[in-house]
């Protein structure tokens, strides 16, 4: 499977323990192992924001140790809060999803807005892509776009598995995100996702 860290429209550090595991199953996925949260790391996950994790621990994976991130000086690794109060406590949550089996996500071209979107989805018997079937089709079908596109949860990302200058520019290969933009904006396409 595959790690992500997710967070929702309205900023970091939002979600109790259950809203994060809703959050994830909402995503279709679940909230992540330790143990697959360090497997993510020793493949390459850094991330500066905690996150819940399905035993109720608080962690957040580095692999180059920066100020905003602990520090210079700290090691990397996945760091940790410990266990915090699942009702009181706030971060964002690292979600798992595995290979999605007889099911496929792909791009729909266009200038449209959030609801535009769904409904080019919808015309071809499918929907708007979950963040997790979007990591999984990146991680496991390959899927290598240069094009934001909406996504269930409001959110606009792309998969991007063969790094290049023109698409982000970052070294890694990753789903980059767009953040939440503004639903009216009709500026990305769309993600679809139609199982078989």
Known sequence: GVVFPYQPSNGRYKFNYHEAKRACEQ??????TYQQLYKAWTEGLDWCN???ILDGTVHYPIINSREPCG???????????GARDKQKDR???FCFTSALQGSQV????GHLNFKEAAQ?????????AKVGQLYSAWKFS??????????ADGSVRYPITTPRQRCGGLPEPGVRSFGFPSKEMRTYGSYC????
């Open 50 to 52: 905690a996150g819940w």
């Open 27 to 32: 995503q279709d996925s679940r909230l992540a």
């Open 91 to 93: 971060f964002d949550a």
């Open 120 to 128: 080019a989805c919808r015309n071809q018997g499918a929907a708007l």
């Open 106 to 109: 792909y791009f729909i071209r």
């Open 71 to 81: 520090g210079r000086l700290l090691l990397p690794g996945v760091r940790t809060y």
């Open 193 to 196: 996702f139609v199982g078989k």
């Open 142 to 151: 390959q899927l290598d776009r240069c094009d934001g596109g909406w996504l």
